[in-house]
């Protein structure tokens, strides 16, 4: 449900064809533009498409309001407000103060009390909330049609997928409408759906970032990921939530040493790719094209691609989903599940009930099958920059997802899955376009802890992109 009133919407202004990106907007305030007008242009843009599956719920138009008129005060007294001007929406599984949480599910609707801190410390440094965005149902999906109606769309073209599972939460950001946003990821829904709309979908290390105020698939493998038109702009905002929690159990203790400044590699550093008869495209001759002119432009940049063999990840992407790992989601759903069947998206079930079949001595050797697979990950990327892939395989319609929703679910993860069973960081960035005009998208992951690397890296290219245009 949309808590705002289309009729209270302000009149546009010349700030209506403003690009939400940190620059654009920071260029603004230096020319004069007011705080308030940015983000009740922002709210604006929010409410009109209000039926279009992006949001769940908008924050009401005169606490955007008043909200933006605190900040604007607090700056001109002289505080420090980094991120003034800026709008933010947050995915609904993550919990804010007043607002109810659905998970897209309205059969959950839980009232969180607190919410999480992490809107806290944006609202301090100056941002504005807009809103909370669709996912698919229970964040369990990599592709947007897990929903109810009204699906969300891709942001390039309405025919294809939006990807998953923070569908709204990387749309939002594709389409100008705030300048950053918050996700989940598992298994990918923090580096899929940036992919598919052509965004930047930066995935910290686990425990980095606070996941205090989030309802959870897995406590293992759960994060919250950024989105944003640009890597530093993604960067910026993970600096700003980053950090030791300890309210947090799953909070790693040195998360506020872990080096978060950019850090390009240098040239001639050595980067993994999968084997070449690994990649799998599943017939997209375009997103295999595009991945070739990807490492191309790093190739350019004076790096060497060195291939290894990409079984050990393929096999921890499989714990994901098809493993007694799925039953810890039946902590947070299962009783949505047992009572309240109806509820639940068909698709979303077919995922999760599996999980009901698997024995505690399963669910064990899941877990030490996974961290022996870890193990492997820093054996297998040690001396090596970073490992680059594609981020999604291929991109499908609407209708083809429909048509066949659990297996063409599933080859969505093929390049994101492995990443959070191996505690690995990952940054997806927009790369050279496709020639039916979709977006591509590589992704860079590090070891735990290279956030700063991996961070480095994906600014490197993505400047190299921005050279080539």
Wanted: aromatic share 6%; hydrophobic share 45%; charged share 20%.
């Amino acid at each position: 449900m949309i808590l705002a009133s289309p009729q209270t919407r302000p009149a546009p202004t010349d700030l209506d064809a403003l690009p939400f990106d940190f620059a654009s907007v920071r260029a603004a305030l230096a020319e004069g533009a007011d705080p308030v007008a940015l983000a009740l242009e922002s709210w604006r843009r929010a409410a009109a498409v209000a039926d279009e599956g992006v949001f769940t719920a908008l924050v009401r138009e005169e606490t955007v309001r008043a909200r933006a008129q605190d900040a604007a005060a607090r700056a001109r007294a002289g505080e420090d407000l980094p991120l003034l001007g800026l709008t933010f929406a947050v995915k609904d599984n993550i919990h804010v103060a007043g607002m109810t949480t659905t998970s897209n599910c309205p059969a959950l609707a839980l009232d969180p009390g607190a919410g999480s801190p992490l809107i806290g410390v944006l609202e301090r440094a100056g941002a504005v909330l807009i809103g909370k965005n669709t996912m698919d149902q229970f964040a369990t999906g990599l592709n947007g049609t897990r929903s109810p109606d009204p699906l969300c769309r891709n942001a390039v073209n309405p025919a294809y997928i939006p990807g998953g599972s923070s569908s709204g939460s990387a749309v939002a950001v594709a389409r100008d409408i705030v300048s950053f946003s918050l996700g989940s990821d598992t298994g990918g829904s923090g580096r899929v759906p940036a992919a598919c709309n052509g965004v930047v979908g930066l995935k910290p290390t686990l425990g980095l970032v606070s996941t205090q105020g989030l309802v959870y698939n897995s406590r293992f493998l759960d994060c919250v990921p950024v989105f944003a038109k640009r890597v530093a702009d993604a960067a910026e905002i993970l600096r700003t939530i980053a950090g030791f929690d300890p309210v947090d159990p799953w909070s790693r203790r040195d998360a506020d040493a872990v080096d978060l400044a950019s850090t390009p590699p240098e040239p001639g550093a050595r980067i993994a790719v999968p084997r070449r008869d690994q990649l799998r495209f599943f017939g997209d001759a375009a997103a295999g094209a595009a991945h070739d002119a990807n490492l191309a432009a790093l190739e350019a940049l004076g790096f060497e691609l060195v291939e290894i063999d990409f079984a050990p990840f393929e096999e921890a992407g499989r714990l994901v989903f098809q493993s007694a790992l799925v039953a810890e989601r039946l902590v947070d759903y299962g009783e949505v599940f047992a009572n309240r069947p109806d509820g639940v998206h068909p698709a979303v079930r077919a995922s999760i009930e599996p999980g009901l079949a698997y024995s505690a001595r399963e669910a064990f050797e899941a877990i030490y099958r996974m961290r022996a697979l870890a193990r492997s990950a820093e054996m297998a990327l040690d001396g090596f920059a970073a490992l680059v892939t594609p981020t999604v395989p291929t991109i499908f319609t609407i209708d083809e997802l429909l048509a066949d929703p659990m297996a063409r679910n599933t080859v969505m993860g093929t390049y994101t899955y492995y990443v959070n069973p191996m505690n690995l960081c990952a940054v997806s960035v927009p790369g050279a376009p496709r020639t039916d005009g979709l977006p591509s998208a590589l992704s860079m992951v590090g070891l735990g802890a290279a956030d700063g690397r991996i961070i480095g890296l994906a600014e490197t290219f993505e400047r190299r992109l921005d050279d080539a245009r």
